[in-house]
T-cell receptor, first 111, second 114 residues
Framework: DAKTTQPNSMESNEEEPVHLPCNHS???????IHWYRQLPSQGPEYVIH???SNVNNRMASLAIAEDRKSSTLILHRATLRDAAVYYC????????????FGTGTRLTVIP | DSGVTQTPKHLITATGQRVTLRCSPR?????VYWYQQSLDQGLQFLIQ???????AKGNILERFSAQQFPDLHSELNLSSLELGDSALYFC?????????????FGQGTRLTVV
């Protein structure tokens, strides 16, 4: 599985937008970009995923670079409930399709 | 609620014992994944099943084994338990094989080995 690189931690003020970056320079053409988050003492939670085009859902937006070597998860208005570890993961459309989690980005939301 | 059910929520057992963790995937999901998360550690992939067949293995110890049954629920068996096996164990499920399918996680089983 191709690897991803994320900052260890980020801070955001409450009610402001948050842009969480992820680099995946070795991404293959069949890799989907997935984002999950893990709140304290809970199981990981699916956030969003995409292949080539930008994606929006009720939780967030995913902006994918034209060359697909990086992506950004956008939380439009951070709330205290968004404080979590965010994981950017590549999932191959072919092959074993494991979900390998890296260290993720710990997001702190400041009231 | 993700729709993935894990039982039990908490388990306390002694070293050397054997335990079984159970996972019921979301209705219709064919793929099940198991993960281990030790205190302040990342999520370590253990094993994946798809429609009853083992598809991939991660860092799963030989003392651990798993299976997926015809009704698609899965069990993770941990034997000869050691103190270091104390961790949160998560199960996830997804609808299909490809990367276009998102995965949904249960709330985990907290295992404490004393």
């Amino acid at each position: 599985d191709a690897k991803t690189t994320q900052p260890n931690s980020m801070e955001s003020n409450e009610e402001e937008p948050v842009h969480l970056p992820c680099n995946h320079s070795t991404i293959s053409g069949t890799d989907y970009i997935h984002w999950y988050r893990q709140l304290p003492s809970q199981g990981p939670e699916y956030v969003i995923h995409g292949l080539t085009s930008n994606v929006n859902n009720r939780m967030a937006s995913l902006a994918i670079a034209e060359d697909r070597k990086s992506s950004t998860l956008i939380l439009h208005r951070a709330t205290l409930r968004d404080a979590a570890v965010y994981y950017c993961i590549l999932r191959d459309q072919t092959g074993a399709n494991n979900l390998f989690f890296g260290t993720g980005t710990r997001l702190t939301v400041i009231p | 609620d993700s729709g993935v059910t894990q039982t039990p929520k908490h388990l306390i057992t002694a070293t050397g014992q054997r335990v079984t963790l159970r996972c019921s995937p979301r209705s219709g999901d064919l793929s099940v994944y198991w993960y281990q998360q030790s205190l302040d550690q990342g999520l370590q992939f253990l094993i994946q099943y798809y429609n009853g067949e083992e598809r991939a293995k991660g860092n799963i110890l030989e003392r651990f084994s798993a299976q997926q049954f015809p009704d698609l629920h899965s069990e993770l068996n941990l034997s000869s338990l050691e103190l270091g096996d104390s961790a949160l164990y998560f199960c996830a499920s997804s609808g299909g094989w490809g990367g276009s399918f998102e995965a949904f996680f249960g709330q985990g089983t907290r295992l404490t080995v004393v």
